[in-house]
């Protein structure tokens, strides 16, 4: 029902910036909350933004909060993650995710309340 790719992932060093993209097939993607997660090895994936369907809503991983934007555009079906200030502790494969989320699940970290998923983009930040 809807497809996700990731896209934009790189090797910068500390400081540096980046922009994900991430491209949905989806017939509504305004009906769908979208959220950037991000894995590193040896740990658990844990969420670093969210948008809410129409894009009035964001919400961010208290460490990537001053630094990240997530943003999205519905006429285009695209997702975005511009991140600035990179440090080698956000360095992680990167995954962008779809979900019809309820009320009480507004801005979900939790991975399984996602029900779609890209392949993954990896973000390398060196010192």
């Known amino acids: 029902q809807v497809q996700l790719v990731e896209s934009g992932g790189g090797s910068v060093e500390a400081g540096g910036s980046l922009r994900l993209s991430c491209a949905a097939d989806?017939?509504?993607?305004?009906?769908?909350?979208l959220a950037w997660f991000r894995q590193a090895p040896g740990k658990e994936r844990e969420g670093v933004a969210t948008?809410?369907?129409?894009?009035?809503?964001?919400h961010y991983l208290a460490s990537v909060e001053d630094r990240f934007a997530i943003s999205r555009d519905n006429a285009k079906k695209t997702l975005s993650l511009e991140m600035d200030s990179l440090k080698p502790e956000d360095t992680a494969m990167y995954y962008c995710?779809?979900?019809?989320?309820?009320?009480?699940?507004?801005?979900?970290?939790?991975?399984?309340?996602?029900?779609?998923w890209g392949q993954g983009t990896p973000v390398t930040v060196s010192s």
């Open positions: 989806a017939d509504s993607i305004s009906t769908y909350w």
């Open positions: 995710a779809a979900a019809r989320l309820s009320i009480d699940d507004s801005h979900s970290f939790s991975p399984a309340k996602y029900t779609y």
């Open positions: 948008i809410s369907p129409g894009g009035g809503s964001t």
